[in-house]
């Protein structure tokens, strides 16, 4: 007899980034040398200063639980950042420190959706937006975008998606899996309907410093007077502190939600690792230069990742305006023979590719969007030359 799993994780993907990664070290673990594009994590350390930080909480003996919502030092550090780079100001009580923005995600939508509401999703969107939105009972109800408008949600995309079961807009900008940003009028259109439709947001701006070009990144509940009531901002130290393993993210949210998501991070997990949060602290009030320095490699390359998916034959690519990503179209290789076998969607040509060429990346269709193939970046030059080098001969070039 086994044990009978629940509905609900039945009916739950695993992360396919994630098990094209393991697939990945599968093939490292028999001693191939692999090119892996697949994971959405900085190929840099944690700065020094930082992990010089933990080492000190630890030496000081920061290892008990602390507050089950985060370190008070911590969460006025996020609310002092907010201010100091968007003007907009929460007290510290209406932030919550979590286990990862992964955790923080899961924290807002079980804080704030009932059974049956619809939350909309623009595809392509990040692999777990969906998986945690049923995980709360609630639909996701997914927006298709298109590539010749950045794979943004136009006003009438997002106006016909909603019905009277509408209660939140979840957006990632800038994005995953593409790499592309609203300007701060196309987020006004959108906040606009937002607050005609009364309906609340889930703002993920975890990718929020990383740029390029200097654009100007806008955040979510600075758009128009009274967003911050109806706003949940999720963001955290992984991406822009190179902070992947330590397991730090945060949301800043009206007092009530916040006070909620405490008490529901109590209930399941208490605090974030005590020591984390101390390392966390230190990245925010630091020294800042090392998130420059971070930020002016990865727009190096995806100067070249751009200028190598331009060259290869019936590939192309919308511009990449933030995050580590390159979202490519790879349609005009699909029912050929790329490689040594017929492939026929974006699966089947991330499998062969990594068969064949040893290079992982991962299926649009994982991201809602068949078609694509996602890069991430945030390897180092030597890793992407090689890998594209071998995307070029895999599909004939
Ligand atoms: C859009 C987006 N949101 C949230 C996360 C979660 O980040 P973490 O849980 O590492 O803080 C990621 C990580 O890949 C992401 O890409």
Redesign the pocket.
Known sequence: MSIAISRIVQGLEPSA?LAMSAKAKELKAQGKTVYDLSV??PDFITPQHIRDAAAAAMKAGHTKYTLASGLPELKKAVADKYKADYGIEYPAAQVVIS???????HNAFFTTLNPGDEVIIPAPY?V?YAELVKLSGAVPVIVPTEESQGFKMTAAAFERAITAKTRMLLL?NP??PTGTMYSRSELEMLADIVIAKNLFVVA?E??DTLVYDNRQFASFPTLRSGLQDRTIV?N????TYAM?GW???WTLSPANVAQKMGGLQSQETSNPCSISQYAALAAITGPQNCVAEMSAAFAQRRDYVAKRIAEIEGLSCAEMQG?FYAFFNVKKHLGRKPGSVSVTNSEQFCLELLTQKQTAAVMGSAFGCEGYVRASFAAGLDVLKEAFDRIAEFVGN
């Open positions: 980034t959405g994590e286990n990862g923005a992964k955790h923080s995600l990040w777990s990632c994005s995953n993920d975890i990718y999720v955290g130290a992984s991406k992947t397991r730090v993210g995050a």
